[in-house]
């Protein structure tokens, strides 16, 4: 079992800076790809960025250039680095792995979430 918990969301106006943290904990040998993904009332869960572990990153197109994703693998924490910051980017932003666990296979956890609010 792995527990995902993130921290550093918040209130912030437009134009601001944020940086979530997800630290993992539990039974696992590997973290594999680590993503953040984000829901806003009333849409659809979306991919922010994914991280994979040997350091290859993707971002979605609305925050390509302002967010930046980067994982300690020491500490077992993916991190997500969100400038420039704008209204349309209030959600609740989710940590999300795949990590091999006991005794030999992979599967996928989520986060609790935690809200960013981004005020004009």
């Known amino acids: 079992q792995v527990q995902l918990v993130e921290s550093g969301g918040g209130l912030v106006q437009a134009g601001g800076s944020l940086r979530l943290s997800c630290a993992a904990s539990?039974?696992?040998?590997?973290?594999?790809?680590m993503s953040w993904y984000r829901q806003a009332p009333g849409k659809w869960r979306e991919l922010v960025a994914n991280i994979t572990s040997d350091g290859n990153t993707d971002y979605a197109d609305p925050v390509k250039g302002r967010f930046t994703i980067s994982r300690d693998n020491a500490k077992n924490t993916v991190y997500l680095q969100m400038n420039h910051l704008k209204p349309e980017d209030t959600a609740v932003y989710y940590c999300?792995?795949?990590?091999?666990?006991?005794?030999?296979?992979?599967?996928?956890?989520w986060g609790q979430g935690t809200q960013v609010t981004v005020s004009s």
């Open positions: 539990g039974a696992f040998f590997r973290l594999n790809t």
């Open positions: 999300n792995t795949n990590a091999l666990v006991p005794p030999i296979l992979t599967r996928e956890y």
